[in-house]
């Protein structure tokens, strides 16, 4: 599977394929209605900015899966992480190990940088990622609450 599998930093041309990916895992999470990103937004997000960066992982030189990661900041170590924001692999190529390559290669991305830490999220009924991440190490933030304010909330937060 080694010589098979490709796993490479996406560049510009990639946004259209990027912008898949993640209509698929939105899909995948029942959220397909909350996606409003476009390929220009990642160009100029991702790829102008530099506010994230994207892994592709290729299979005989198909594109089946991705890593979306950013740099956080960690005030209690006064050093970065990185938050992994999304990883998906398409579901005919799961249970060859690719989630696992696109994992590690997140993961060693980090220890590169110097991170003492790599946090995502996952929804609680996703079994088969809970696991996966269990047997990577991962423990759960059990005491740990998510916040979100998004759209008009964050101006009205703004305005109070």
């Known amino acids: 599977m080694e010589q098979k599998l490709n796993i490479r930093q996406a560049q510009r041309t990639d946004a259209g394929l990027v ?3 993640i209509q698929k895992i939105a899909a995948y999470e029942k959220m ?3 996606v409003v990103a476009t390929v220009q937004s990642i160009e100029t997000y991702v790829f102008d900015q530099g506010a994230a960066e ?5 299979y005989e030189g198909k594109p089946v899966g ?3 990661y950013f740099e956080n900041f960690s005030t209690f170590q006064g050093r970065t992480g990185l938050y ?17 390559k696109l ?3 997140v993961a060693a991305e980090a220890v590169r ?3 003492q830490r790599m946090e995502w999220t996952c929804l609680d009924w996703n079994q088969p990622s809970i696991d996966f991440y269990h047997a990577m190490g991962a423990v759960p933030m059990n005491a740990w609450t998510t916040y979100r304010l998004a759209g008009k909330r964050i101006r009205e937060a703004a305005d109070q």
């Open 113 to 115: 940088r110097g991170c």
């Open 54 to 58: 994207v892994l592709i992982a290729e």
């Open 19 to 21: 912008l898949a990916f």
């Open 103 to 105: 994992f590690q290669a």
């Open 32 to 34: 397909s209605d909350e």
């Open 84 to 100: 992994l924001e999304d990883l998906f692999v398409d579901q005919e190529m799961r249970g060859l190990g690719i989630g696992k």
């Open 66 to 68: 991705f890593a979306l």
